[in-house]
């Protein structure tokens, strides 16, 4: 079948470019990099498989009728259009940055394939179930490709561990709980193609991971490749961490770090800040403080 693959640098590539440029390719790590560079040069052709990128969409129907189970990891790796890929590739790197030096690029891996499966196989539960209870057979054929439905899974996963009571979104600060839930409106509204489905399941993965069987199971494979008792970094408390919100976190400044943060997220907790915190432009000093904001501080710098 004739495979479908646009070469050139379009309007997303150049973006991506730039953006990867200010970011700097040297603080993006291995696996995350990895990603980023096997799925920019498959939607390129350089890496040129015997399919084209629709051949390999997500169904219920190729999944449960047809058994092409391929479908499960390979309509997420593949990407409708240059705009598609930026916004989710910019998305992984910075989920990527706050979760591999987190559990390490190995864990990182493991959660990442974890992941992709999950959500892959929870749209396809979803659209089963959409299909039997609305008796609606048109569930089954909607096909889906893209990494965002991880991205979801990731981004539940980062919110959880970053603590906090807000999130920024479209400027407005939004409890933390709901974030990922008005973004998820917040998509299919302004991006009406985008899989609804595929960003459902991704959500529902995260929340598998953090209160269900996921975590378990990705420790139990990480331990078995590194050793039972390789240390969990996961476990510590850490700060801020800057994951990518599909351009709907609006444009506040983080005088912390002395540079715009579009684009990024920061958790931001009014009783945690008070009046001296540095989103103020306050000081404190060192000597007015607990050993475990102290420990905190020192974290955040290497993050």
Request: glycine letters at 10%; a positive charge; proline letters at 3%.
């Amino acid at each position: 079948m004739a495979r479908d693959r646009r070469r050139g640098m379009g309007l997303g590539l150049m973006l991506l470019a730039y953006k990867l440029h200010n970011i700097g390719m040297n603080t993006i790590p291995p696996v995350t990099l990895a990603l980023l560079i096997g799925q920019c040069l498959l939607f390129l052709g350089i890496i040129d498989p015997p399919w084209s990128r629709y051949d390999v969409c997500l169904s219920g129907e190729h999944i449960l009728y047809y058994k092409d189970y391929w479908r499960l990891v390979l309509s997420a790796i593949e990407h409708s259009d240059d705009m598609h890929l930026y916004h989710n590739m910019i998305s992984l790197v910075l989920k990527g940055r706050t979760l591999e030096r987190l559990f390490g690029s190995v864990k990182f891996a493991i959660l990442t394939v974890v992941f992709t499966l999950a959500t892959s196989l929870t749209y396809v539960g979803l659209v089963w179930g959409a299909t039997e209870v609305l008796e609606n057979y048109s569930y089954m054929k909607q096909c889906a490709i893209g990494f965002s439905g991880v991205l979801f899974a990731l981004k539940v996963l980062t919110t959880h561990l970053e603590g906090g009571s807000y999130r920024y979104i479209h400027g407005m600060a939004v409890p933390a709980k709901y974030a990922v839930w008005i973004e998820l409106v917040i998509i299919h509204v302004l991006v009406p193609r985008a899989s609804f489905v595929g960003h459902l399941a991704g959500i529902l993965v995260g929340l598998a991971y953090i209160w269900g069987p996921l975590k378990a199971l990705v420790e139990m494979i990480n331990a078995a490749i590194t050793g039972p008792y390789s240390y969990d970094r996961s476990q510590r408390s850490f700060g801020q961490s800057y994951t990518y919100m599909h351009g709907t976190v609006g444009p506040e400044q983080n005088h912390d770090r002395g540079r715009q943060n579009y684009g990024w997220n920061f958790a931001y907790d009014q009783s945690e800040a008070g009046a001296s915190s540095p989103y103020e432009g306050g000081t404190r000093s060192t000597a007015n403080i607990s050993a475990e904001e102290l420990r905190q501080r020192r974290l955040q710098r290497f993050q």
